[in-house]
C-alpha cells in the first residue's frame, strides 16, 4: 500500500535539471540539486520541512551547481555515488568551461548501491544503474512506488553516452537489469523533463 508522500519538483540550474524534494512526516530528503536552491528552500519552510538529506543520482556538475548552497543552509547529509569519484575532479564533475561556472565546492559521503536505507523516515533502496556516468545510482522507494533515476532513464529516450567514462551498452545493461525489474505501476522522476513510468518505457522506448 503506497503510504502518503509528497514529491515537489524545481528545474534548476542551466540546464533545468529536475530538484526533487520528497517529503514525508515533516521530514524531506532532496533529490539533486542542479542550481540556486531557493525554490526549494522556499517550500521547505512554507511546509514547516527538515531536510535530512541530500542525495545525487550522479556528478555531472549540472546536478549540483545548489548542493553546496542548500548543505549549508540546512546541514543536511549530503550522499554521492562512491564509483562517480573518477569524474568528480574532471571538468564533467566541476563544470568551469563551456560557458558553465565551477561547482562549489561541498562535503559529502559516499553510498554504495545495493543497501537498503532510509532517508526523511522512508525506506530506500540504492540502485546501481551505471552507464552515463560509472556510479550512477537511483533512488528507489518501494513502498511509494517511485524510482529517481538521474540522467539514467527518461520519457521514451535515455541518458546520454557520448560523454567522457560512459558507456551505451553499460547503460542499456542497467536499464533493463535493474530499471525494468521494477513493478511497472512504478513511478519514473528522471534528471530533466516530465516523468514516466517502467511499464510506459517498457511498452513505448525505442531506445530499448
Known amino acids: 500500500m503506497r503510504r502518503i508522500m509528497s514529491v515537489a519538483v524545481f528545474p534548476l540550474g542551466p540546464l533545468e535539471t529536475n530538484c526533487y524534494l520528497v ?7 532532496a533529490i539533486d540539486v542542479g542550481g540556486d536552491p531557493a525554490p526549494g ?3 521547505l519552510k512554507e511546509h514547516g520541512l527538515e531536510l535530512k538529506a541530500i542525495c545525487i543520482t550522479h556528478m555531472h556538475f549540472d546536478h549540483l551547481y545548489g ?11 549530503v550522499y554521492t555515488p562512491e564509483k562517480d569519484k573518477v569524474i568528480a575532479s574532471t ?3 566541476q563544470g568551469g568551461s563551456s560557458g558553465f561556472p565551477a ?3 561541498f562535503e559529502s559521503v559516499s553510498i554504495e548501491p545495493g543497501n537498503k536505507t532510509e532517508f526523511a523516515g522512508l525506506e530506500c533502496k540504492v ?3 551505471p552507464g552515463h556516468t560509472p556510479g550512477s545510482v537511483a533512488y528507489y ?3 511509494e512506488k517511485c524510482v529517481f533515476v538521474g540522467d539514467t532513464l527518461f520519457l521514451e529516450s535515455i541518458g546520454r553516452t557520448d560523454f567522457p567514462f560512459s558507456s551505451h551498452e553499460q547503460l542499456v545493461t542497467s536499464i533493463r537489469s535493474e530499471l525494468f525489474s521494477l513493478p511497472d505501476d512504478t513511478i519514473v522522476y528522471p534528471g530533466h523533463g516530465p516523468g514516466t ?12
Open 91 to 93: 571538468v564533467l564533475g
Open 67 to 77: 548542493v553546496a548552497a542548500l548543505a549549508a543552509e540546512t546541514h543536511a547529509t
Open 41 to 43: 528552500s522556499k517550500y
Open 103 to 105: 561547482v562549489p565546492k
Open 141 to 143: 522507494f518501494k513502498k
Open 197 to 208: 513510468s517502467i511499464g510506459y518505457e517498457k511498452e513505448h522506448n525505442a531506445f530499448l
Open 23 to 29: 517529503s514525508y512526516e515533516g521530514q524531506a530528503v
Open 127 to 129: 540502485l546501481s544503474v
